[in-house]
């Protein structure tokens, strides 16, 4: 795959503020005004908080959950292009804050998944991904990470105004708020509430088996999930696999003492006043 620059280690450029590649912002426009259908289901998250898991329950691929706001480079196709043409009913996946969700979303009355994960262990996800991802921008040293993961200086923007911003509009919405440590606490759980959310009933064999198939080693062993299948010019797996580690609190493997003092003061402020609270381990 002969990849055109304009893919690699992208510029960024703002829409309405929130950090994104100039490929996308290019576009913002064809973005914004995407037509969604009553029947679309959405999973919604920041970065590295367990889409791909979310999906994989699901039923995943880029194909099979087009990216609504991600451009592909060619000769692979944009995720516009695939949500236009599949048939319904749709499974969509987008990382945009919520006040940058396509606003015919709300007028279908769409549902919509999102799954959100602690601070540190996204900030160390992402870290890692945008190591090994092309399509991503460079991440710099360990340090100068911290840095812009704290003042949204990353693609899709803040993390912290993210999981706020999708939190407080849950209630006014079919929206279906997981946490990535409640998952992994107790999966057949959490998936039971995603299937009532979805309205589907399936026996206790076949819950069994959306489990198993979605555990982190079963995952990381399928093709069809781990991301080996795209050309190592987009992903260079041996950097850092796209199926890392998959547990809450990795962080403490990265973060000194002070770094993680620091972060959790600022931390403190910019979720003061919010009720959503996290785990940072399980
Ligand atoms: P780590 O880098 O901490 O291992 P996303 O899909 O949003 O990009 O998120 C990727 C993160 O989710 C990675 O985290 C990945 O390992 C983790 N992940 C993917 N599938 C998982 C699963 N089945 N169970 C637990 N974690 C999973």
């Known amino acids: 795959l002969q990849l055109d620059e304009k893919y690699l280690r992208p510029e960024t450029k703002e829409v309405n503020g929130i950090p994104m590649t100039k490929v996308i912002s290019d576009i913002w426009d064809q973005i914004w005004s995407f037509q969604a259908k009553p029947d679309d289901l959405v999973i919604a998250t920041y970065p590295k908080a367990g889409t791909t898991w979310t999906q994989e329950i699901r039923n995943i691929t880029y194909k099979q959950h087009p990216f609504i706001e991600w451009e592909m480079p060619p000769p692979l196709k ?12 749709r499974t969509l996946k987008t990382h945009l804050p919520v006040q940058l969700l396509p606003p015919s979303f709300w007028k279908e009355n769409c549902k919509i ?3 959100a994960r602690n601070a540190k262990d996204v900030l160390v996800s992402y870290y890692h991904f945008s190591r090994m991802t092309k399509t991503m921008p460079e991440p710099g040293t360990w340090e100068e990470y911290i840095e812009s993961f704290k003042t949204g200086k990353v693609l899709w923007g803040s993390w912290y105004d993210h999981v706020k911003g999708w ?6 919405h079919r929206i279906l708020y997981l946490f990535y440590e409640d998952m992994k606490e107790d999966p057949k759980r959490e998936i039971r509430k995603i299937l009532k959310f979805l309205e589907k009933e399936v026996t206790e064999e076949v819950l069994d088996k959306i489990v198993y198939h979605t555990s982190f080693q079963v995952m990381k062993h399928n093709p069809m999930a781990n ?12 950097i850092s696999p796209f199926m890392r580690k998959g547990i809450p609190g990795d962080w403490k493997n990265h973060f000194t003492v002070a770094q993680s003092e620091a972060f959790d003061k600022d931390y403190r402020e910019k979720m003061a006043g919010s009720t959503l609270t996290f785990r940072t381990e399980i």
């Open 167 to 172: 939190w407080d509009q849950k209630d006014q």
């Open 227 to 238: 991301y080996t299948t795209l050309p190592s010019s987009i992903m260079d797996h041996s």
């Open 78 to 89: 944009s995720g516009l292009d695939l949500a236009k043409e599949m048939p319904s009913p």
């Open 113 to 115: 998944i999102y799954m």
